[in-house]
């Protein structure tokens, strides 16, 4: 039997598109073969249910090769000599043999194996079926017994023909004689074509030829419920004459009316065997009247929402009331759905679905230019009403576009009032009615707000000796790195000259405070390029913070100003709480700045790894170095408190190079050992990676350990590339030649640019975890990953997902193509002792 080509293409183009085996074994459970899968090595790791009902085997015997059970003896080398040339070959093969079932008996299959393959033509697994032949022969007798029916039926077929010949005379005399005002055609009893008339084929559009032979299904318009042609069927089925006025489509696309009525037509019998159609071209008339119900309907939905834009300001509800007046408007109002699109923000109808492609659409336009559209769409192949319909969406968003530009105008008049215009940060007023809302929100939840009154040092030197142009210009440049130290629920206000107040929204506890204060007195004393100038300048915060500092607005401005003056006594350049017994807490954190300086001294760090896991087969492929601090007196710290404290104290070069060290010595003593050790990744901070002995300080422990390059990846973040490109381009092109892997952590969540990934070389991008978290139940955190994983995997670079705590996300992240995982849903951090229980597996493996 030669081999079924088109089944091992068919399976190879699978096996490039579907980029997941949870898919194809889906589908090899869904048909009657036997099926199996086996590794590039010819090691059968999965059956499919059909196989363990046909052997009567489990999973536990037929691992490996244990498949050698259910074979013929005689048959079976082979059945092994072929295997053997389709691995050394890798092309498929098919051959037929015999298996044993669970009644002990064996019976012919025929059997067909091929070829998983990627992209590269590069064999993955192999991909087998077994068809139970044996039934053929009863198939053979059955075949013969077929065929002598069917000379019987022959000789009764040929006298049909004739009956049917005569009949058909008859109604061609009848079809010329009305066939110049009417639409006639002849079916057989399934509803094909058999005669159309001339009539017949000018008002569809279709040719004689396109139509005979055809399901008269192909006119249908789609306007009809099934309810419609079911009681046409039983009418017409039972013998009687079925007259309606029906909705067809023609060839164009266009739709036309005729008034039907359906003849059936007995044979010599008295058996329904054929239908005679004749229709009349009712389309004028029909649209005359719509015509009028539509101009009824459109007029008032216009007006409705004319009121409602007139009434509403706001958006969304403006978006909801248009969809309220406008769906029921449409011809097919049950399966129609919306969505408005407006400056890249979307305003689905209720029950808007996502794929939706059948549409009309309508551009929003303000000013000229073309801001968003109105959609409307058919979750049915249902037709739209043109250019009725069309023209109604156009009439509406020109309309809403009016109504857009008329918001953006009150928007500014708005936006004037309450911002500052040098800085466009918000003005005092603003600024106090902030305040007012989150001292509310305070009674409702946990949390507390903070005020920093910040004053610039000696800015009136730089205003009054350069100009107040050039002081304006400063003060734009401090408003943006204020900015830019905040979050996006905080509040950055100016107060007036060169006082700046922000807002902290909803903080934990002082030290949060005091953590931001100190990144904004870092940001502000960075150099000022301003037309040519370099400037320098520092600034003094008084931070006050609620409610023990005040439960209102002006008492949290007044203290947070008090405290402002204590920082500029303290000799300008610092913050400074409001209570002594915030100061208590700023004097604890510097306590544990003081004993992080002696944690390495005293061997206090420590380092804890984390698996990487590759699916599928939950294979270990790599381990992420963390660190963690014991103390002796606090017990573990967070490393969300002491990493920072190591940035802003410059300890973090000492210590990454401890993290360094200890890692590499960690993987000499696991190779010593006879472990396999997977790659282990090794974060870098901002000041490591711009430390300008890293490179060197890097080959150096490389060497005095005995550590391959190889076994090494260097964990950066975003923020690191957007600063000084070039010197960037040139630290990760010396690391890559080394043998170093280079990975981006925390990907989406910092400076995203498609230009560095081009540019710089990168090998692995990590999912943030905030991405991660909630990716089940959040659309657009699912969107963001499922982006990440498509650009990986377009640019060739490998993706881990990190903070994997559920199966769920392991489904949804693998159907997206992402095959390797971290997090705790695989193992939690832990020390080197406990890991290499997981090395162990790993190499027997």
């Not at 053997?84 to 015999?98: R, V």
């Not at 204060?517 to 940001?523: G, M, R």
């Amino acid at each position: 039997m030669p081999i079924d080509k088109d089944f091992c293409d068919r399976i190879e183009i699978e096996s490039i598109s579907v980029e997941r085996d949870e898919g194809l074994k889906q589908l090899a459970n869904t048909i009657p073969q036997l099926a199996w899968m086996a590794d590039s090595e010819g090691f059968i790791h999965w059956y499919n249910d059909r196989w363990f009902e046909y052997t009567g085997t489990c999973p536990e015997e037929m691992k490996g090769w244990g498949w050698q059970r259910v074979h013929d003896a005689e048959a079976l080398p082979k059945v092994l000599e072929q295997w053997k040339h389709s691995l050394e070959t890798g092309e498929p093969f098919q051959m037929t043999f015999p298996l044993k079932g669970r009644d002990g008996k064996f019976r012919p299959f025929f059997t067909l194996v091929a070829p998983l393959k990627d992209p590269s033509g590069q064999v993955l697994q192999w991909f087998g079926t077994n068809t139970d032949v044996s039934v053929l022969q009863e198939k053979e007798h059955a075949l013969q017994k077929a065929v002598e029916e069917l000379k019987e039926a022959s000789s009764q077929l040929v006298q049909a023909k004739e009956n049917a010949e005569d009949n058909f005379a008859e109604l061609v005399a009848y079809n010329n004689a009305i066939g110049e005002l009417a639409l006639v055609s002849i079916t057989d009893r399934s509803g094909h074509i058999l005669q159309v008339n001339r009539k017949f084929c000018e008002v569809s559009g279709y040719l004689e030829e396109e139509l005979i032979g055809q399901d008269h299904r192909m006119l249908n318009s789609g306007i009809h419920p099934k309810t419609f042609f079911a009681e046409m069927w039983e009418t017409i089925l039972s013998g009687h004459i079925w007259h309606r006025e029906i909705c067809n489509r023609s060839k164009t696309g266009l739709v036309y009316w005729v008034d039907s009525t359906i003849v059936p037509l007995r044979d010599n019998s008295g058996q329904v065997s054929r239908f005679l159609g004749v229709r009349v071209d009712t389309t004028a008339r029909k649209q005359k009247e719509m015509g009028l119900r539509e101009q009824l309907k459109e007029s008032r939905c216009v007006y409705h929402i004319r009121q409602d834009m007139a009434e509403e300001s706001v958006l969304d509800e403006l978006c909801r009331k248009i969809f309220s007046r406008l769906l029921p408007t449409m011809q097919f109002p049950e399966v129609a759905a919306g969505l408005i699109e407006i400056d890249g923000r979307k305003f689905p109808s209720d029950n808007y679905r996502e794929n939706l492609a059948h549409q009309l659409q309508a551009g929003i336009s303000v000013s000229g230019k073309t801001i968003g559209e109105l959609k409307v769409f058919y979750s049915q192949k249902k037709p739209f009403l043109l250019p009725e319909e069309q023209n109604l969406l156009d009439t509406i968003t020109d309309d809403l576009g009016r109504w857009v530009e008329r918001s953006r105008a009150e928007q500014r008049i708005r936006h004037a009032a309450t911002h500052d215009a040098l800085t466009g940060l918000p003005n005092r007023l603003l600024l106090q009615d902030r305040i007012s809302q989150i001292i509310v929100q305070e009674g409702r939840r946990p949390g507390h707000a903070a005020v920093l009154f910040i004053d610039l040092d000696h800015f009136k030197i730089i205003n009054d000796s350069l100009g107040h142009n050039m002081g304006d210009l400063l003060l734009k440049e401090v408003a943006a790195r204020l900015s830019s130290c905040v979050r996006g629920e905080d509040t950055v206000a100016r107060q007036g000259g060169d006082e700046f107040i922000v807002v902290l929204h909803m903080i934990a506890n002082a030290q949060d405070a005091s953590i931001v204060a100190q990144k904004i007195l870092d940001a502000l004393v960075q150099p000022y390029s301003i037309n040519g100038e370099e400037l320098h300048i520092s600034g003094s915060i008084g931070i006050a913070v609620s409610p023990n500092d005040g439960d209102g607005v002006e008492a949290l401005l007044k203290n947070s100003d008090t405290a402002m003056y204590h920082a500029k006594e303290a000799g300008r350049n610092n913050y400074q709480f409001f209570a002594q017994e915030m100061n208590c807490l700023a004097k604890e954190r510097h306590s544990l700045s003081t004993d992080l300086r002696h944690a390495l001294e005293r061997e206090e760090l420590r380092l804890h790894f984390q698996s990487v896991i590759g699916m599928p087969g939950s294979k270990l492929e790599g381990m992420e170095a963390l660190l963690r601090w014991q103390h002796p007196k606090l017990g573990l710290v967070s490393p969300l408190k002491f990493i920072p404290l190591a940035e802003e104290t410059g300890l973090i070069v000492p210590i990454g190079e401890w993290v360094l060290k200890s890692a590499c010595a960690q993987i000499k003593a696991w190779q010593s050992q006879g472990y396999n050790v997977p790659r282990v990744a090794i974060n870098l901070s901002a000041r490591q990676f711009r430390h300008k002995g890293l490179v060197s300080s890097l080959t150096n422990i490389l060497n005095e350990s005995g550590v391959e390059a190889r076994c090494l990846a260097l964990e950066i973040t975003e923020s690191m590339l957007a600063q000084n490109v070039e010197e960037a381009i040139q630290i990760l092109m010396q690391l890559s030649a080394m043998g170093l892997e280079i990975a981006i952590d925390d990907f989406g969540t910092g400076y995203s640019s498609l230009n560095y990934l081009k540019r710089y070389p990168i090998n692995t991008l990590k999912i943030d975890r905030s991405f991660v978290q909630d990716i089940t139940t959040d659309s657009n955190d699912a969107a963001i990953s499922a982006a990440i994983i498509a650009l990986s995997r377009s640019l060739k670079i490998k993706v881990i997902a990190e903070g994997v705590e559920s199966k769920e996300q392991v489904a949804f992240l693998a159907r997206q193509g992402c095959r390797h995982y971290q997090g705790y849903y695989f193992g939690k951090p832990a020390p080197a002792r406990e890991i290499t229980g997981n090395l162990e597996r790993s190499t027997l493996r």
